[in-house]
């Protein structure tokens, strides 16, 4: 007689065959992603049917926020005298900082190969963040030292 431990129900089953393959699949859209976003100039010029997928609704809503605040501030530039602009660059730089040491994390924990599945596509879901947030930041970084530039002359 079997007891309800042993018990094996086709859901069961059928979970242990699916969720690898779904696992892959999640795993190759965020791999797409990340070399995509390698060849992406500016973040912000993006249309939104070309938006990194991510497979946490967390960082979906983080990337929106991150977009209108870069682009908010891009349209600021235009308008901001220099000492403002100064100011963002100095918080910007010091965030790109942290940024990037996020992301090399990320790389690192992603290279050691321990991670189960899900830690790896939470890994890769923030290391997409990561890079994301680094372009947008360097973008923005660059448009304020051509405004401090200009305006000190």
Not at 25 to 48: K, P
Request: with cysteine; proline share 3%.
């Amino acid at each position: 007689m079997l007891n309800r431990s042993e018990v094996v129900s086709p859901e069961s089953q059928l979970r242990k065959v699916e969720e690898p393959k779904i696992m892959a699949r999640v795993t190759e859209v965020v791999d797409d992603d990340l070399s995509f976003l390698d060849q992406v100039e500016n973040v912000l010029d993006l249309e939104e049917n070309h938006f990194p997928q991510f497979t946490l609704a967390k960082n979906k809503a983080r990337f929106l926020r991150m977009l209108s605040w870069y682009k908010g501030k891009e349209e600021w530039l235009d308008v901001a005298p220099v000492s403002g602009v100064s100011k963002l660059f100095k918080q910007q730089t010091k965030e790109l900082e942290g940024i990037r040491a996020n992301k090399m994390d990320y790389e690192m924990e992603l290279e050691t190969g321990t991670l189960t599945p899900s830690q790896r596509s939470y890994r890769k879901d923030e290391l997409k963040m990561c890079k994301v947030h680094e372009r947008m930041a360097v973008h923005l970084i660059a448009k304020m030292q051509v405004k401090i530039k200009s305006g000190r002359r």
